[in-house]
């Protein structure tokens, strides 16, 4: 089966703590990206990357960190700087950046304790 | 800046009723794609517009990009409680998409 996937689905965390989300897929896609949904707000963009080891910024990526040095990997840290880090986690992929149909996985939901 | 602004942010209808959702954009847009997320769910991409004027159509759902290339809109004639979720338009013609708010509809059987 092609896709992606996030793991896990849910995920607890105490205050202060460093947490790595995984994503993986297995489309042969170039193209990843790392969204946070928030009730209300949309899907907003975090970091995306349109080839291994290299990456950019999105609209909001202070308090996060990415690598990508896998093509099928793409995992996203929220360090202890991100200030209210609690959100619906989506990470997706495309075929090419521009302006390709992009596929996202189930989600991870964050919650910080 | 880059947004696009959909509206309206929610709606509730009864099963049967028709609905529509509109993304406008103050700069022309070199495409437009639209997504819907079920509850507790990912977006699922629907369609891509790229033409002006351009209709597409997909069973009850009606797709529209409009002639100045700077608003769409999706229409679901008589909804059904399978159509419930939050409908996304997103705008590309770059190296990522700019999505907007999204509709949340839901339906009343």
């Known amino acids: 089966d092609g896709g992606i996937t996030q793991s896990p689905k849910y995920l607890f965390r105490k205050e202060g703590q460093n947490v790595t989300l995984s994503c993986e897929q297995n489309?042969?896609?170039?193209?990843m990206y790392w969204y946070r949904q928030d009730p209300g707000q949309g899907l907003r963009l975090i970091y995306y990357?349109?080839?291994?080891?290299?990456?950019q910024k999105g609209d909001i990526a202070e308090g996060y960190s990415v690598s990508r040095e896998k093509k099928e990997s793409f995992p996203l840290t929220v360090t202890s700087a991100q200030k209210n880090p609690t959100a619906f986690y989506l990470c997706?992929?495309?075929?090419?950046?521009?302006?390709?149909?992009?596929?996202f996985g189930p989600g991870t939901r964050l919650t910080v304790l | 800046g880059q947004q696009v602004m959909q509206i309206p942010q929610y709606q509730h209808v009864q099963e049967g009723e028709d609905f529509t959702t509109y993304c406008n954009s103050s700069?022309?847009?070199?495409?437009i794609q639209w997504y819907k997320q079920r509850p507790g769910g990912h977006p699922v991409f629907l369609i891509q517009?790229?033409?002006?004027?351009e209709v597409k159509k997909q069973k009850r759902l009606t797709f529209q990009f409009g002639e100045a290339k700077k608003n769409s809109s999706l229409h679901i004639t008589a909804t059904q409680t399978t159509d419930v979720g939050t409908y996304f338009c997103?705008?590309?013609?770059?190296?990522?998409?700019?999505f907007g708010k999204g509709t949340k509809l839901t339906v009343n059987p």
């Open positions: 990357s349109q080839i291994v080891n290299d990456f």
């Open positions: 489309l042969n896609h170039d193209a």
């Open positions: 517009l790229v033409k002006s004027g």
């Open positions: 997103a705008k590309g013609g770059s190296e990522k998409l700019v």
């Open positions: 997706a992929s495309s075929t090419k950046g521009v302006p390709d149909t992009q596929y």
């Open positions: 700069t022309t847009l070199s495409n």
